[in-house]
């Protein structure tokens, strides 16, 4: 064991608030994904590999502890035992076995960070499931896994020299510690936030299911005026992942303007959503999402695992009058505003709302968060390969979405892990379709007004 123990990073934090929170379903902070590849994989080299690749990436070396709190601290080596292979003879037995294990806790505190899988899929091609703790790696982190862990296949495979070394996850946990001791750092990136938020006013809460539950506080409230409202429910948890892939022809108009304009996922794909949200409240031009940021600004950062995503409030008035461009033009500069204050910590800013407008600890105005997942053809070092993921079964937020480019078809595919309890599967169909419409008419047509793509889509 390390002599350094390590309180959590606000990054950490935030999730584990979303596991404090969750009474009954601890799967709720947990990342189940796999690669499948074409490419026949040799597993007993894999086995040396991932042996290696637990040496090389010490978040896969990060232990959990309740001394005094939650605290950490990274072993100096880990015996991970043989690596069971799975024989699947269907797609169907392979989705469900993964399916139930994504579904199943990790022990995190008794030592477990992830379970591991090798798999032979029904059709003949190879692959590898990582379940894992959040708290351990975020999703950036975890293609950094799987990428690294292909490298050094590689490597063990032809004998070659190893990949250059990934960063450290410690170093980083100390930078984001340091950070929090730093007051007058923290001050200033609070004074933005409340600035930012304050100078128009209190924020309205606009859900993907319509403006029935703000309507319905503000009668049981008896306050018309009522702008927030209760969306969190730490008992009804129950969730569905609705995974939709975008034609090959839609995807290029969008990914085609990204591309000629300079312009991240984030930006353009999360306005398409915000367009069908005010839509469906009363044509509000004032939408608050979070947005989940990988914070990954360093080298150091870019090339290790952990867990440094945040979820960062993303509010913008977007008046009907702005073209499409001009409306991603000014998501573009949020963002950037944004950026530079982004290791405000997220947990702290929740308090801040709170202080600000007068919430109660369930209410709120933020209705959603939002991914956009930067995979490309070259994420795992040239391989051919598909990426999944698996529905968690429960989820603490009523939704999130996130959207990534699919490195098979080359078209985009978006994902929605919605709480049933609030919000119907017709809600998530209506989100889509209605996000790609948006997103279809203004690439295509990037000075079509916002009032025009609103008049034209349901």
């Known amino acids: ?56 990436n010490d978040c896969m070396r990060l232990r959990f502890m309740k001394k005094g709190g939650m605290k950490q601290y990274f072993e100096d080596s880990v015996k991970i035992g043989k690596i069971p292979v799975m024989n699947f003879k269907s797609d169907e037995e392979q989705e469900k076995f993964f399916t139930a294990d994504a579904q199943k806790p990790i022990k995190f505190l008794k030592g477990e960070t992830y379970r591991i899988y090798f798999y032979n899929t029904a059709d003949g091609r190879n692959g590898i499931y990582i379940n894992v703790i959040h708290l351990a790696m975020d999703a ?200 530079r204050h982004n290791n405000y910590p997220f947990i702290t800013w929740l308090e801040n709302e709170r202080e600000m407008f007068g919430y109660s600890m369930v209410d709120g105005t933020s209705t959603m968060m939002f991914s956009w997942f930067p995979l490309e053809d070259d994420t795992m070092n040239g391989w051919e390969y598909e990426f999944h993921s698996y529905p968690l079964g429960r989820y603490v937020m009523p939704l999130y979405t996130y959207t990534m480019k699919d490195s098979t078809t080359g078209g985009l595919r978006f994902a929605y892990l919605h709480r049933t309890d609030s919000i119907s599967r017709s809600d998530i169909d209506s989100l889509h379709d209605n996000t790609v419409k948006a997103l279809v008419m203004g690439c295509s047509n990037p000075d079509i007004t916002l009032k025009e793509i609103l008049d034209n889509i349901d």
């Not at 404090?20 to 709720?28: E, I, R």
């Not at 040799?42 to 040396?48: A, E, G, S």
């Not at 999360?270 to 509000?284: F, P, S, T």
């Open 140 to 339: 950036p982190a975890v293609f950094v896994f799987f990428a690294d862990l292909l490298a050094v296949y590689e490597a063990l495979e032809g004998g070659s020299d190893m990949p250059k070394p990934l960063g450290s996850y410690e170093a980083t946990v100390k930078k984001e510690l340091e950070y929090i001791d730093n007051k007058e750092k923290v001050q200033a990136d609070k004074d933005f936030f409340v600035n930012y938020f304050k100078k128009d006013g209190e924020p309205i809460w606009n859900g993907v299911m319509g403006p029935e539950p703000l309507d319905k506080a503000r009668i049981k409230k008896k306050n018309p005026d009522l702008r927030a409202c209760g969306s969190f429910d730490p008992i009804h948890d129950k969730a569905e992942l609705v995974k939709k892939p975008l034609t090959v022809e839609d995807s290029k108009v969008i990914l085609d303007y990204m591309a000629n304009n300079q312009i991240s996922g984030e930006c353009v794909v999360q306005l398409g959503m915000r367009l069908h949200v005010g839509k469906i409240n009363h044509r509000h031009d004032d939408t608050h999402f979070l947005v989940l940021s990988s914070r990954r600004k360093t080298l150091n950062d870019k090339r290790c695992g952990g867990t440094m995503a945040s979820a960062l409030p993303w509010r913008i008035i977007l008046p009907e009058d702005l073209t499409f461009a001009q409306a991603v033009d000014k998501l573009k500069t949020l963002q950037g505003d944004i950026m």
């Open 1 to 56: 064991m390390s002599n350094e123990i390590y309180r959590f990073t606000p990054a950490q934090e935030m999730i584990h608030f979303m596991l404090k929170y969750s009474f009954f379903h601890k799967q709720v902070i947990q990342i189940p994904a796999s690669i499948t590849v074409k490419r026949k994989i040799n597993f007993d080299i894999m086995q040396k590999a991932l042996e290696k690749e637990i040496e090389r």
